[in-house]
Antibody, heavy 119, light 109 residues
């Protein structure tokens, strides 16, 4: 059974940093691309970033480009999202998901971790 | 980056057929696959339709997807009370990002 478990969320001040993790199990993590999606409170879904299985290809939404960095450790079956220069508008639940053939989220999602940016 | 356009709300009575539209452009829906998700309150999204019209295992046949040009639709037939949820479309955009629609809140009257 595929399991994706996000962690690392919490309260951070504007301008601060946070690193999210997504622990994967139940599938061959190193063979699959991964993606992050977020959802602000009461709002819709927003795609954030994606990384190929080999890390050779990385994509970011314009809203996070230059501030967020996606990475993965295939030996630890873990996906990361390093978030710097955080803003109030980054407050959201962050989900990791396995994408379909395009870098669009597919069937398997984590339960999400909440990031709150506030002073 | 533009957002795919969905109606903010839709409604129907039990047993009815409801459709939710998703409008995009040639760089996203027009040139790439469309995906549909259902999200119940407090839960992660669930994939309903992938690659325009394919249903994952376990998704009832009542849910169907279609695409024409730069628009797509999700149809739900035999509407049930448990279908009351938020629905999102998504597609890859040739500007090298994925896009979601703004979401449609479906109410079963």
């Amino acid at each position: 059974e595929v399991q994706l478990v996000e962690s690392g969320g919490g309260l951070v001040q504007p301008g601060g940093s946070l690193r999210l993790s997504c622990a994967a199990s139940g599938f061959t993590f190193s063979a699959f691309a991964m993606t992050w999606v977020r959802q602000a409170p009461g709002k819709g879904l927003e795609w954030v970033s994606a990384i190929s299985a080999s890390t050779s290809t990385i994509y970011y939404a314009d809203s996070v480009k230059g501030r967020f960095s996606i990475s993965r450790d295939n030996s630890q079956n873990t996906l990361y999202l390093q978030m710097n220069s955080l803003r109030a508008e980054d407050t959201a639940i962050y989900y990791c998901a396995i994408p379909d053939s395009a870098m669009v989220p597919g069937y398997d999602w984590g339960q999400g971790t909440l990031v709150t940016v506030a002073s | 980056q533009s957002v795919l356009t969905q109606p903010p709300s839709a409604s129907g009575t039990p047993g009815q057929r409801v459709t939710i539209s998703c409008s995009g452009s040639s760089s996203n829906i027009g040139n790439n696959y469309v995906y549909w998700y259902q999200q119940l309150p407090g839960t992660a999204p669930k994939l309903l339709i992938y690659k325009n019209n394919q249903r994952p295992s376990g998704v009832p046949e009542r849910f169907s997807g279609s695409k024409s040009g730069t628009s797509a639709s999700l149809a739900i037939s035999g509407l049930r009370s448990e279908d009351e949820a938020d629905y999102y479309c998504a597609a890859w955009d040739d500007s090298l990002s994925a896009l979601f629609g703004g979401g449609t809140k479906l109410t079963v009257l």
